[in-house]
Structure formats: C-alpha cells, structure tokens
C-alpha cells in the first residue's frame, strides 16, 4: 500500500464538502450514542452489521445526512467497530472507548470503491461535482480508497490508498551499520561519534504560540475577531508540523545514503512523556521512526530495534561489563573492570550498534560484499 497526498484548489464549490465533512461528524456521534444506548439496555456490543442497516434506513429520512456517500456512511461504522476492538483488547493497558467529537473539529470522509471518479488531468468527480487538485504526482496504481480531509485552517486535502507491490528486496550498498541512541538534548548520538542536535521547533515558536493563544483567549467567543485568532495559532502550529517534517525527509534520506542497517532502541514515548512533557513532544520521535521506516523500505535498507529493556546505557562497550545501578544525571562514568571512560550517550549508540548486527541475517550480505565495515 502506498498514500498519495493532493491539495484541492481553494473554490466556493468546496463548501459542499466541507458540509459532507460536517454531515459526517453528526452521523459519527449518533453512531457513538447508539453504541452507548445499546449498551446501557441490553449490556451487549452493538453489531457493526445491524448499525450499518439501521443508519442506512435514518439517512433516507435525514436529508443532511444523504450529502455523505453510503460507502463513507459505512467506513464510519467499521472504524467504530475497530475502535470498540481495541478498546475490549487493550482496555487494561489504559485505552480508551471512542467518544463523541465536535462536529467543526472532524476531520474527513472516506469513499472506497465508488463515490468518486477521476476525470483526467487535475479533475475528479466526487458526488455530483467536480473538483480540482494540484497533480503533483502521476496515480499508477490501482486505487483503494479516496479520503477527504479538512485541516483546522479549512483547506481541503485529497488522501488516496493506491496499491503498490514494488516492494524492493534488501539490498547493501554501503556496508555499514550504525546504532543510534535518542536523547533530549542531543536528538541522535550515532556510533561513529557523530551527534546530531535537534532544531526544536515549537520552542523556537513558543513566544509566538503564547501570544497566538494570548490574543485567541481575549476574543469574545463566537466573534469574527475569535475565529480569525483561531485560525492565527492554527497557522503557527502548522508552520512548526511542516518545517518539522520537512527536516525528518531530509534527515532520513541523509542516513539511508550513509547506513544499510540503522539500529534504534525501542522507547515507552508514553513514559517519557509523563516525565518531561513538552520536550518529548517537540522531538517527535514517532514520526521520524515512521518516515524513517518508510525510506529504508524504498531504498532497501533495514531499519532494526533491540529490546527497550537491554542496559544500553549501563554496559561498557569496551568489556562488556554491566553496572548494576546508573544515575540519569550521570553523563560519563569509568567502568570499574577495564578502567575505560564512557559517555552516556555514545557507549549506549554503540551497544545498540553491536546488539543490532547481531539480529541481521547477513546471508546476503556475504554475496554483495566480503565484509562489513563497523
């Protein structure tokens, strides 16, 4: 599977979709009060099969809800249904059932196999309309889905599932592996030595997000003056989304070109944001694993994660000894057996490094090369 992302041009006629968005957040909370009504009867889960029938019997009534597609009617009862699965699975680990959302803040509809149709160039026919997006990019593909999304700003994008099977094999150019290790003040410490800081962007845009929400909070609510200073922070917050993303493409591409294997610890984000909040959350370190993943796979190179729990930090690389207790203030400590000095963060890069190739099945590694250099 692959996304393809395209801006819809900005026209009046936009607003029918952005009133199928609405129409589809409605039918989205009156699905939830349902499950919620059903539950409180009978003490049973709701079939995703019998919601889909008794909506499709209200949306002939409701004149409002006709506006959204009966197959983007349908995905909303099947992510429900999804949602209400993981919450059945996973509820002891602290997930929650999915609620209510307010209907000006959701997000988008989904038309699977009809609904829409492609018109050539840069037109497509959703409903009875015809619109207009920028081709930044030829749709090969067979297409499986077609998403309309509305961002806080009131733009409209068209997110499209194609199904992509060049799926490359692994494929070793440069021979190296490198382990790297996350931290707060130093956003990657590689193996080789090399450290890479992180721009921080939210906290190079704090002052202008607090006067952003400063000059929101004063606006009388429901005012053109308060929906204008929404839109300002939105502006801001998606500034700081975009310029981030952009140098997590450009920091991936940058080490797929340098490494073959790229091995990375597996972190609890949840924790860590429970300790240091904002900070963690400026990193993002989530998204970059995402986008990280996702080059590697086209270029052919492997990205490897070692157990969250192997001491990293308290191993000396040098002997192998493990500490049994390391301070988190500790950035340097001596190993008692080898007498070697290691920094925090670069001894943990490299066992990450050394437990990560040993995971590697370097069955054809051996034919592309006689030796990988470490």
């Given at each position: 599977?692959?996304?393809?992302?395209?801006?819809?041009?900005?026209?009046?006629?936009?607003?029918?979709?952005?009133?199928?968005?609405?129409?589809?957040?409605?039918?989205?909370?009156?699905?939830?009060?349902?499950?919620?009504?059903?539950?409180?009867?009978?003490?049973?889960h709701?079939?995703?099969?019998?919601?889909?029938?008794?909506?499709?019997?209200?949306?002939?009534?409701?004149?409002?809800?006709?506006?959204?597609?009966?197959?983007?009617?349908?995905?909303?009862?099947?992510?429900?249904?999804?949602?209400?699965?993981?919450?059945?699975?996973?509820?002891?680990?602290?997930?929650?059932?999915?609620?209510?959302?307010?209907v000006?803040k959701?997000?988008?509809?989904?038309?699977?196999?009809?609904?829409?149709?492609?018109?050539?160039?840069?037109?497509?026919?959703?409903?009875?309309?015809?619109?207009?997006?920028?081709?930044?990019?030829?749709?090969?593909?067979?297409?499986?889905?077609?998403?309309?999304?509305?961002?806080?700003?009131?733009?409209?994008?068209?997110?499209?599932?194609v199904?992509?099977?060049?799926?490359?094999?692994?494929?070793?150019?440069?021979?190296?592996?490198?382990?790297?290790?996350?931290?707060?003040?130093?956003?990657?410490t590689?193996?080789?030595?090399?450290?890479?800081?992180?721009?921080?962007?939210?906290?190079?845009?704090?002052?202008?997000?607090?006067?952003?929400?400063?000059?929101?909070?004063?606006?009388?609510?429901?005012?053109?003056?308060?929906?204008?200073?929404?839109?300002?922070?939105?502006?801001?917050h998606?500034?700081?989304?975009?310029?981030?993303?952009?140098?997590?493409?450009?920091?991936?591409?940058?080490?797929?070109?340098?490494?073959?294997?790229?091995?990375?610890?597996?972190?609890?984000?949840?924790?860590?944001?429970?300790?240091?909040?904002?900070?963690?959350?400026?990193?993002?370190?989530?998204?970059?694993?995402?986008?990280?993943?996702?080059?590697?796979?086209?270029?052919?190179?492997?990205?490897?994660?070692?157990?969250?729990?192997?001491?990293?930090?308290?191993?000396?690389?040098?002997?192998?000894?493990?500490?049994?207790?390391?301070?988190?203030?500790?950035?340097?400590?001596?190993?008692?057996?080898?007498?070697?000095?290691?920094?925090?963060?670069?001894?943990?890069?490299?066992?990450?490094?050394?437990?990560?190739?040993s995971?590697?099945?370097?069955?054809?590694?051996?034919?592309?090369?006689?030796?990988?250099?470490?």
């Open positions: 599977m692959k996304t393809l992302k395209f801006k819809l041009y900005s026209h009046k006629r936009n607003r029918y979709l952005k009133r199928s968005i609405n129409a589809a957040g409605v039918i989205y909370n009156h699905c939830i009060a349902l499950h919620k009504r059903y539950y409180r009867r009978w003490g049973k709701l079939n995703c099969a019998k919601l889909q029938a008794h909506i499709a019997k209200l949306r002939k009534r409701k004149e409002f809800w006709q506006s959204v597609g009966s197959q983007a009617v349908q995905d909303i009862c099947q992510r429900i249904e999804k949602a209400y699965q993981l919450f059945f699975k996973h509820n002891k680990n602290g997930c929650c059932p999915p609620n209510f959302k307010k000006k959701y997000k988008s509809f989904t038309l699977k196999q009809a609904g829409y149709k492609f018109l050539g160039g840069n037109r497509v026919k959703i409903g009875s309309r015809v619109y207009q997006y920028w081709n930044s990019r030829e749709i090969e593909a067979k297409i499986k889905t077609l998403t309309i999304k509305r961002t806080p700003l009131g733009e409209l994008f068209m997110v499209i599932v199904d992509s099977s060049d799926e490359p094999e692994i494929k070793f150019t440069t021979g190296k592996i490198a382990g790297f290790d996350f931290g707060l003040k130093t956003f990657l590689c193996s080789d030595g090399t450290n890479i800081e992180s721009p921080q962007f939210f906290k190079q845009s704090l002052n202008a997000i607090k006067k952003a929400c400063s000059n929101h909070s004063r606006k009388l609510k429901g005012s053109s003056n308060r929906e204008r200073a929404r839109k300002n922070l939105a502006r801001n998606e500034d700081i989304a975009n310029r981030r993303t952009d140098w997590f493409w450009k920091l991936a591409h940058e080490l797929t070109n340098k490494f073959d294997v790229l091995c990375f610890e597996t972190l609890n984000l949840k924790g860590m944001k429970l300790l240091w909040g904002r900070k963690v959350s400026d990193l993002a370190l989530r998204d970059f694993l995402d986008i990280l993943e996702w080059v590697a796979k086209k270029k052919g190179k492997q990205v490897v994660y070692i157990d969250q729990w192997y001491p990293s930090s308290k191993t000396c690389s040098s002997c192998g000894h493990i500490l049994e207790s390391l301070d988190l203030s500790v950035r340097e400590w001596r190993c008692p057996s080898c007498q070697s000095v290691n920094g925090r963060d670069d001894n943990a890069a490299r066992n990450i490094q050394a437990v990560g190739a995971t590697v099945e370097l069955g054809d590694v051996s034919r592309a090369m006689p030796a990988i250099a470490v």
